[in-house]
């Protein structure tokens, strides 16, 4: 199992250790997890990208025990919130539902569907509040209403009256954040969050998700396809694909310096100004594999264009430290 460093005077928050999380369907078991790694920091945001269907939504709904069982279940692995394992907490228990919300938050992609649409929005955060928080109703609207305002929301006591379809994408996305900040949540998971939302409303969305993090001393994850959308906002990034983490490093490194052919192609893929406005961008050819099958060889090969025999005959490759951070790659492993 690879094992990253401890940066110098960084305490880690939450650390993933080796989660192996599977889905029993009809169709034979799904291996959607298979060993995932992965940490961050205090005050630190970190991004996971890959395809849709490669396993970083999972990865983080099995943090705070979300997986729907049946038909998902988590195999094996470790969750370390602060030192402690909440694999090992009841999923139902209170001190789970203590840690899911309060001190974890997820903004889930589609805000439509996160909202109860029969209630309105000051109903549904009240609520929220007066669960993790021991105030009065009073106190719980005037924390409320702190929090759409520190989020962006203009009028925010008008705001507290509406009810969900009342409102933008964008509103509604902040409205989510607003959760967060409310509940004083130490790490925040960012599932998607500009998904549906115009590019303008998708880095005002970024902009004040990094304004809460410096603000309350927070942390953010957030689970994206896009590179170019984190390429600004994260200071770290783990590459996912078919389960596993196959690329992770800081920001820079990564985006300057890509190893794995699959970071590469997504890099590639995302336009760029300096292009010529007539030119095609580079698709990555194929598909994901299926994963009711776990590959027993680097699930990439079939799409790669530099594999080598090594890729089709042995085993998934491990993370292995190069050129300053991590990948997971026959061909580099055989180039060392």
Avoid: W
């Avoid at 997986?67 to 988590?74: D, H, L, N, S, Y």
């Avoid at 990564?254 to 961008?281: A, C, F, I, M, W």
């Amino acid at each position: 199992m690879p094992v990253e460093k401890h940066e110098a005077g960084k305490e880690r928050l939450l650390e993933v250790n080796d989660l192996h999380v599977s889905f029993f369907t009809p169709a034979g078991e799904v291996h959607a997890v298979n060993g995932v790694t992965y940490h961050v920091n205090q005050e630190e945001v970190v991004a996971i990208v890959g395809e849709s269907g490669c396993g970083k939504s999972v990865t983080q709904m099995s943090v705070i025990q979300l997986v729907q069982t049946p038909p998902g279940k988590i195999i094996k692995g470790e969750v370390l919130f602060q030192g402690k394992d909440l694999l090992k907490l009841d999923r139902n228990s209170k001190e789970m539902r203590r840690y899911r919300g309060a001190e974890i938050s997820m903004i889930f992609q589609e805000p439509m569907t996160s909202l109860n649409p029969v209630f309105t929005i000051g109903k549904q955060m009240t609520d929220i509040i007066r669960t993790h928080q021991k105030v009065s109703k009073k106190e719980a609207v005037r924390i409320a209403v702190s929090a759409l305002e520190s989020v962006g929301i203009p009028e925010p006591e008008a705001r507290m009256k509406n009810y969900p379809f009342e409102l933008s994408g964008g509103m509604r996305q902040r409205v989510l954040i607003a959760f967060s900040v409310a509940c004083h949540a130490k790490l925040i998971i960012a599932d998607e969050p500009t998904t549906a939302l115009d590019v303008t409303t998708q880095a005002q969305v970024m902009e004040v998700l990094l304004g809460i993090v410096r603000e309350y001393r927070s942390s953010l994850v957030v689970v994206t396809h896009n590179l170019g959308l984190v390429s600004r906002y994260a200071d770290r990034i783990y590459v996912m694909y078919a389960g596993r983490v196959i690329e992770s490093g800081t920001t820079e490194e990564l985006l300057v310096h890509p190893l794995h052919p699959y970071t590469q192609g997504l890099l590639n893929s995302v336009p760029r100004l300096e292009n010529d406005k007539n030119s095609d961008l580079e698709p990555i050819d194929g598909a994901p594999p299926n994963l009711l099958e776990a590959p027993a060889c680097c699930a990439f090969a079939p799409r790669c264009p530099f594999v080598c025999e090594l890729c089709r005959t042995q085993g998934q490759p491990e993370l292995r430290k190069a050129a300053g951070h991590y990948v997971a790659c026959h061909r580099l492993n055989k180039e060392e």
